[in-house]
């Protein structure tokens, strides 16, 4: 079925470019390449816009002294603590190329100033519970492999669904630049890319929706965390 | 003295004076106008072995014992710190002969002191150039693997006093209660707190984060100055500095603890030795143990705020250090 919608379109994309022909050879010529043949195998595409990332949680640490004989079971706690990463927003950038129609490589490039916070209660002395919080410089450089699902296109070709994935490089900054924390993340996700007007040149909307696994960096140590993620861009295609 | 409290006090005897340095609590001196930190000017650290034991330790186990405690200081890997055994001797532990002196005494006047150090030093550089330590027979020993019931673990104290030799002043990095006879140990961790465990307990014979930290302060080699950093700022109260404030810095990821202590009049403190990374701070009135186990009695000493939290997350550099954390406290 969806096949057979991709010839008839295929079949129409023909006819136009026939029917130019006699009066406009040069721009018919260049037609054949046009209409819902773009992207093809070296189109480029760059967005830009605005990314979403959820929190995740560190997990609960317990400040802990060595408990004297006879005082009581297990160690003593003078405080505990619970960290975790805000949800956060922030700029994303990406540069892709086209190797056939339905698949493409991209890298990108994601700013945000995401905000560590660390829960502490349980104090031993009383003292009042409070939320130290700071807020990082995150960057994250990335590549993906995108597979088009130009089968499952709708609103005559323009609309686009796409699945991704791939890994990227992390790097947090502490406030002050006092210290660097770098990292890596994968990532798999879909979306969906919205193209206006028929030209070689089009302008778009690109959504996209993943999972990220990050390990490293400020506020995931050494074990890999599940971020949610959602993005909204504006997209060219040349 | 109520040995069934079982506190037990462990003191370190400075000839000359007890005034704090700098960074953690560090035994110091004033050489003019300046106070400078008590440290060896030359390693390695040559010391005797009193040729006397006590009932149930020998002079060669106590030799033994010492070279033990000695070997796990040294065994820091961010501090560059060595001794040597010379040989027994027949003097006393006592300070004044010019020779580092380490043995048993029996001080039946000291009911609350189960050892001490006492130094000689060198008044126009800060060096020390000798110190005694003594352990006092008053109270039973042991140097059984696992420890006895109701005797004091030889190793754990000689750790504590070994860390006096080195320059260390005492760490508040505990908790205490009061109990009839004196001060009882909650919980510790650190070697170098003022109160020792319970009888019968080897709990001692461990450095912690808080002893590894003040022992590289002192004795840093370069893996001490490449690979950790520092927190620096002031404690105050009413926008007056305080003094004598404990802070901990508690690292999130590794749940080590770190603590110094505010040494100037305008509240200044500074906690070295810390692992790169973002840590939370904590201050606390210095409320777990006798005043002058930590500063000079002259000092002093503010205990009249509140327990608290400072509100951002501090975050440590490699090899340098994050300064301007203003910590306020309340009065109680």
Redesign the interface.
């Known amino acids: 079925m969806i096949r057979g919608a991709t010839i008839i379109r295929v079949l129409r994309v023909g006819c136009c470019a026939v029917a130019a022909g006699g009066i406009l050879p040069a721009r018919a010529a260049a037609q054949i390449y046009l209409g819902h043949d773009v992207p093809h195998r070296g189109s480029m595409e760059i967005s830009g816009g605005a990314i979403g990332s959820g929190g995740s949680d ?1 997990g609960p ?12 079971t297990g ?2 706690v ?2 505990s ?1 619970s ?1 975790r990463a805000d949800a956060s927003a922030g700029l994303q950038g990406k540069l892709g190329v086209y190797l056939a129609k339905s698949f493409s490589v991209e890298g990108g490039v994601l700013l945000g100033r995401p905000r ?3 829960q ?1 209660s349980g ?6 519970d ?5 807020t990082l410089t995150r960057l994250i450089v990335d590549g993906s492999v995108l597979f088009h699902l130009t089968g499952a296109s709708f609103g005559g070709g323009n609309g686009v669904p796409f699945v991704s994935g791939g890994a990227g490089y992390l790097r947090d900054a ?3 630049n ?2 660097i ?1 770098t990292g890596h993340e994968f990532h798999v996700g879909g979306g969906l890319h919205y193209w206006f007007g028929q030209g070689k040149h089009r302008l778009g909307m690109r959504a996209d929706a993943g999972m990220s696994w990050r390990s490293g960096g ?1 506020d995931s ?1 050494e074990t890999y965390r599940a971020v949610p993620t959602a993005a909204g861009s504006i997209a060219y295609l040349f | 003295m109520n040995r069934g409290a079982a506190v037990f006090v462990t003191a370190a005897l400075v000839a000359v004076c007890s005034v704090p340095a700098a960074a953690y609590l560090k035994l110091g001196t004033k050489v003019g106008t300046r106070t400078v930190t008590l440290k060896w000017s030359q390693m390695p650290i040559r010391y005797f072995i009193t040729d006397r034991g006590t009932t149930g330790v020998t002079s060669a186990q106590l030799q033994q014992t010492v070279q033990s405690a000695f070997s796990t200081w040294e065994a820091v890997p961010t501090t560059q710190i060595s001794s040597q055994f010379v040989g027994t001797t027949l003097a006393n532990a006592s300070s004044g002969d010019g020779l580092t002196v380490i043995g048993f005494q029996n001080r039946p006047d000291l009911e609350r002191t189960l050892g001490a150090t006492s130094f000689l030093i060198d008044t126009t550089s800060g060096a020390i150039v000798e110190s005694d330590i003594f352990f006092n027979t008053a109270f039973p020993w042991s140097v059984a693997a696992q420890g006895e019931t109701g005797m004091f673990d030889l190793q754990s104290i000689a750790l504590h006093e070994i860390g006096h030799l080195h320059g260390l002043a005492h760490s508040a990095m505990g908790e205490t209660e009061l109990r009839a006879g004196g001060r009882r140990v909650i919980a510790a961790e650190s070697v170098m707190f003022p109160i020792a465990f319970s009888a019968g307990t080897i709990l001692g014979r461990t450095l912690k984060t808080d002893d590894i930290a003040g022992i590289g302060d002192i004795y840093p080699n370069s893996t001490y100055t490449r690979s950790t950093g520092s927190i620096s700022g002031k404690i105050t109260k009413s926008g007056k500095g305080v003094l004598g404030a404990h802070i901990v810095a508690f690292d999130m990821r590794t749940q080590k603890l770190v603590g110094g202590f505010s040494l100037s009049d305008d509240g200044s403190f500074v906690i070295a030795g810390l692992d790169p990374g973002p840590h939370v701070l904590r201050v606390e009135p210095l409320d777990d143990g006798d005043i002058e186990s930590f500063f000079d009695a002259t000092l002093n000493i503010d205990v009249d705020f509140r327990a608290q939290f400072y509100d951002k997350i501090v975050v440590v550099p490699k090899a340098g250090g994050t300064s301007g954390v203003e910590l306020k406290v309340v009065a109680k």
Do not use: I, M, Y
Request: proline share 5%.
């Open positions: 560190s640490a317990s400040a802990e002294e060595t408990r004297n004989t006879g005082t009581g160690p003593f003078l405080f603590a960290s560590l916070s660390t502490l104090d031993a002395e009383s003292a009042p409070l939320t130290a919080t700071e502490h406030e002050k006092e210290l924390e400020a140590g």
